[in-house]
């Protein structure tokens, strides 16, 4: 689907200011929202070799070709909430994947990031260096949940293996039906609505 894109794409990509059009690092990791399934802030190597994070509040635009940020006070050197969470490629890729009954699907080969609001990942599962030549897959949306082991070895998917799609296209069209259904329905979140004018 042409609004996702593989997140080994977007690291790398520069961190640009929308304040001073400074470049401010590059993206090394993004950060997983694990309840959510959505983006929850960026990794970034800045250029004196420290790293720094950045919340998805900070970002204005995830572009091709960059990641506009508000501008250095983005750049966090600490965030306990954002440290904790699992990081995409760090944290998620090679990672085997289990449904409720104790079967195992494959490994996460691959992770999809939605590039527009809400950013949400997609995770492409592998039983084997065959699926990848034959191009079979198995793709479920971040936001269906599940649990990551201690040790990041191991990840029990929720919700049925029916569920899951055999194309990144279809594992979209489904989560996109879901958000929608989602924004019709009350909920107990509180929404924070921040602009990006001086």
Request: charged share 20%.
């Amino acid at each position: 689907m042409k609004n996702f894109a593989d997140t080994g794409s977007i690291i790398d990509r520069p961190l640009i200011s929308v304040e001073t059009a400074n470049r401010l690092g590059v993206v090394s990791d993004l950060i997983v929202d694990p309840h959510s399934g959505q983006l929850a802030g960026l990794i970034v190597h800045r250029p004196d070799q420290s790293d720094a994070l950045v919340s998805i509040i900070d970002v204005h635009g995830m572009g091709p070709h960059a990641i506009m940020v508000d501008g250095e006070r983005s750049l966090l050197s600490s965030g306990a909430q954002l440290n904790s969470m699992p990081k995409a490629r760090k944290d998620l890729v090679g990672v085997k994947v289990l449904t409720h009954q104790g079967k195992l699907l494959g490994k996460i080969s691959r992770v999809f990031l939605c590039l527009t609001p809400p950013h949400v990942f997609v995770y492409e599962v592998r039983s084997s260096i065959l699926d990848k030549l034959r191009g079979h897959a198995l793709y479920f949306p971040a936001s269906l949940g599940g649990a990551l082991s201690a040790d990041g070895t191991a990840f029990v998917r929720n919700g049925d293996t029916e569920e899951m799609a055999h194309t990144l296209d279809f594992a979209a069209r489904q989560m996109a039906g879901a958000y929608d259904r989602r924004l019709c329905q009350p909920s107990g979140l509180r929404i924070e609505v921040r602009t990006h004018t001086q």
